[in-house]
Nanobody, 119 residues
Framework: QVQVVESGGGLVQPGGSLRLSCTVSGSIRSINSMGWYRQAPGKERELVAGVTSGDRTNYADSVKGRFTISRDNAKIYLEMNRLKPEDTAVYYC???????????????WGQGTQVTVSS
């Protein structure tokens, strides 16, 4: 079994900051990549930021310069600064893993954490 658990969402005023955390645990052989996605009401889920096992990162254009993704073993973080109302969404953590005992490549999602940017 594999668990993906996010935390750190909440309500923040425009211009404020939040830090999201995601922890992967369970029967894992290795992690290929992890990332943060978000889904706003009425919109499709979109990539916010990703990080590979080699610590290469990529960002959506809309968050470049404001958000920073980082990784510490089986944990990733998303530091969100200068938040805007349009950043309001449910944020999901995605983990692309090699799982045990099958050594199969599998993708797991967390349950999501709400981020609301509003005055």
């Amino acid at each position: 079994q594999v668990q993906v658990v996010e935390s750190g969402g909440g309500l923040v005023q425009p211009g404020g900051s939040l830090r999201l955390s995601c922890t992967v645990s369970g029967s894992i052989r290795s992690i290929n990549s992890m990332g943060w996605y978000r889904q706003a009401p009425g919109k499709e889920r979109e990539l916010v930021a990703g990080v590979t096992s080699g610590d290469r990162t990529n960002y959506a254009d809309s968050v470049k310069g404001r958000f920073t993704i980082s990784r510490d073993n089986a944990k990733i973080y998303l530091e969100m600064n200068r938040l805007k109302p349009e950043d309001t969404a449910v944020y999901y953590c995605k983990a692309d893993l090699i799982v045990l005992p099958s050594f199969r490549n599998s993708v797991y999602w967390g349950q999501g954490t709400q981020v609301t940017v509003s005055s």
